[in-house]
């Protein structure tokens, strides 16, 4: 979708809705930017471990 789609389906007050709630979010905390690093680093890291089935005796 191109900016102007956007801007044609959302209309101008809320786009600027939109801008005023970002800017008054607060910035992250060094964890949080750590943390999304790592996520955008690596976003295909080795799959989380699960337990091992059941062998049938």
Known sequence: ???????A???D?????????VDAAPEPTPEVV?????IFTQPQAAP???APAA???
């Open 34 to 38: 750590e943390r999304l690093r790592r």
């Open 1 to 7: 979708m191109t900016r102007e789609e956007r801007r």
């Open 48 to 50: 989380v471990e699960t």
């Open 55 to 57: 062998s049938a005796a």
């Open 13 to 21: 007050d809320v786009i600027a809705y939109i801008h005023e709630v």
């Open 9 to 11: 389906l959302l209309g």
